[in-house]
């Protein structure tokens, strides 16, 4: 059976459809995706509820040696600095032995907090429908289906405000080296780019992950600043460690994009950390 392109991201009743499946995962990721579910199994043994993967190696477009792993883990109880410590250091451990990836990043919730009122247009709307699930039960059964609205939009990325002051310090506190700089660039844009996606999302009518598809949406309706957020979208994928990129997020690209998202769609509902 030739399986259907969901029009935009949505299915045929104009919900956000899954992206991502494990039959999607390219040959030469298949033993990284294996070895981090054994792996995941040992570090967190009984405290793991359910552990899923998300971004390009599950969509099928990841690229050898440009691409990272992504994985979120779902612990039964909140995670720990302990666990947290447990992550890294299995991040790096994949990051080592696997040239098929370009770092590897997990991270950490709880399934109580996942599944919370407070998380259900934000982390529970990750879960249900970026991620494919990996090992344990899958919380999207649990969580309602999402249509790209406002209320999505707002509760998605309504917190550039309240990063800015973040960026700006870690910014400050990296080394004066491209190879410090090029995390943050990757970091940065992949964000800027979401949520300047987002912010026309409701506009747009539907859902993409890919970020050049995100950037070009955003042009649509903000052309001033669509050469901006396609080179942000090109530096989301092969970052530099341009010291001026940086300054520039923090000090026009990413106070502009805050004020514009909080008139449009208001302020992300605060969260207690």
């Given at each position: 059976?030739?399986?259907?392109?969901?029009?935009?991201?949505?299915?045929?009743?104009?919900?956000?459809?899954?992206?991502?499946?494990?039959?999607?995962?390219?040959?030469?990721?298949?033993?990284?995706?294996?070895?981090?579910?054994?792996?995941?199994?040992?570090?967190?043994?009984?405290?793991?509820?359910?552990?899923?993967?998300?971004?390009?190696?599950?969509?099928?477009?990841?690229?050898?040696?440009?691409?990272?792993?992504d994985l979120l883990v779902a612990l039964r109880a909140e995670p720990t600095e302990a666990d947290r410590a447990d992550a890294r250091a299995l991040d790096e451990a994949l990051d080592k032995e696997f040239a098929q990836i370009d770092g590897a990043g997990t991270l950490l919730s709880s399934r109580g907090r996942l599944l919370s009122d407070l998380e259900t247009y934000d982390g529970g709307w990750f879960v249900a429908c970026l991620c494919t699930p990996l090992l344990g039960g899958d919380l999207a059964e649990y969580l309602p289906r999402y249509r790209p609205d406002t209320l999505l939009a707002r509760e998605t990325n309504g917190?550039?405000?309240?990063?800015?002051?973040?960026?700006?310090?870690?910014?400050?506190?990296?080394?004066?080296?491209?190879?410090?700089?090029?995390?943050?660039?990757?970091?940065m844009s992949r964000r800027l780019v979401r949520t300047g996606f987002t912010l026309v999302m409701p506009r747009?009518?539907?859902?993409?992950?890919?970020?050049?598809?995100?950037?070009?949406?955003?042009?649509?309706?903000?052309?001033?600043?669509a050469e901006q957020l396609r080179t942000a979208a090109l530096l989301g994928d092969a970052p530099t460690g341009d010291a001026g990129v940086l300054r520039s997020y923090v000090e026009d690209l990413g106070p502009w994009l805050a004020e514009e998202y909080a008139r449009v769609h208001g302020v992300k509902a605060p969260r207690p950390d």
């Open positions: 059976m030739t399986e259907t392109v969901p029009r935009r991201g949505l299915d045929d009743q104009g919900y956000i459809a899954r992206e991502g499946a494990l039959g999607r995962v390219a040959r030469d990721f298949r033993p990284v995706v294996a070895a981090a579910r054994d792996r995941l199994l040992d570090v967190f043994g009984a405290r793991l509820d359910s552990a899923y993967l998300y971004g390009s190696i599950p969509r099928g477009t990841a690229r050898v040696g440009r691409s990272d792993l917190d550039l405000g309240l990063l800015l002051p973040r960026w700006r310090a870690r910014i400050a506190g990296a080394d004066d080296s491209d190879d410090a700089r090029r995390p943050l660039v990757r970091f747009w009518g539907g859902w993409t992950s890919d970020l050049g598809e995100m950037a070009a949406a955003f042009g649509t309706y903000y052309p001033a600043r």
